[in-house]
């Protein structure tokens, strides 16, 4: 790649790295940077998952002051991450094509949840009234759903923050800040393990990695300073935007 273009992978992964720390997607982003470039498709999306594995981790860091009491749920959940992620990256091994006509079903399903994320929480808040209220890690099913939300995590990776933040804040009782901390929690080990799967047995462009690494490290932190200080109103909507131009961007792909 020419200067100019490492400068172009370089910001879009700063950029990746602020939009995943608020909720996910920064794959819409790097992803088609790197096609344009002329990059084959599954060498850009190995790639790009290993590069956006510091970016996780610098968010997750970020994001510690609201991980405070959530160990034990976050230590939980996981476990579900790390199997899920390990299958989405055997997946797309695979069966590199084979998530392309659900990807918006699933886009589409996590909006609908992130917008009725109050009522339906109250709702299962009160179903669960009658035995002592939900547990501290959570609703029965929100270990498996965060399972398959780490396989398509694995496999793609774009919208991935949005299924979580829906599972998550319909499941558990706590506040959106501290679900986003354990949000990027889970997606740092779900782009971790599928990004080791990748180095061991797919081909990685190194300069691409080392790029969007750099890049989504920095925006990890600019994502984390502005994401702690909005309200729960404003990350839900800001939720919504990025997960409504993603849907647009599959539907016109």
């Not at 998530?99 to 886009?107: C, E, K």
Request: hydrophobic share 55%; glycine share 16%; no cysteine.
């Amino acid at each position: 790649m020419t200067p100019y273009q490492d400068a172009a992978v370089l910001l879009a992964g700063l950029a990746a790295g602020a939009i995943n720390t608020l909720v996910g997607s920064g794959t819409l982003i790097t992803f088609p940077t790197l096609l344009a470039f002329g990059i084959p498709p599954v060498t850009a999306n190995v790639s790009n998952t290993v590069g956006l594995v510091p970016g996780s981790v610098s968010g997750a860091i970020g994001y510690r002051r609201e991980l405070d009491g959530q160990r034990g749920r976050v230590l939980r959940l996981v476990v579900a991450s790390l199997l899920g992620g390990l299958a989405g990256g055997l997946l797309l091994l695979g069966f590199p094509g084979a998530f392309g006509a659900i990807v918006p079903a699933l886009i589409l399903l996590g909006l609908v949840l992130v917008v009725f994320q109050p009522r339906i929480s109250a709702w299962v808040a009160r179903r669960h009234e009658a035995h002592g209220g939900l547990p501290h890690h959570g609703a029965w099913w929100v270990w498996p759903a965060v399972a398959l939300t780490g396989v398509y995590g694995g496999y793609f990776g774009a919208a991935q923050g949005v299924l979580l933040m829906a599972v998550l804040g319909i499941g558990v009782e706590e506040s959106m800040q501290r679900l986003n901390a354990v949000k990027n929690v889970l997606a740092a080990i779900v782009n971790g393990v599928a990004g080791l799967l990748f180095v061991l047995v797919a081909h990685v462009d190194w300069q691409v990695v080392v790029l969007i690494g750099v890049g989504s490290v920095i925006g990890g932190q600019i994502g984390a300073t502005v994401g702690r200080r909005l309200p729960a109103s404003v990350l839900r909507g800001f939720i919504v935007v990025v997960g409504v131009v993603a849907l647009g961007a599959f539907i016109l792909t």
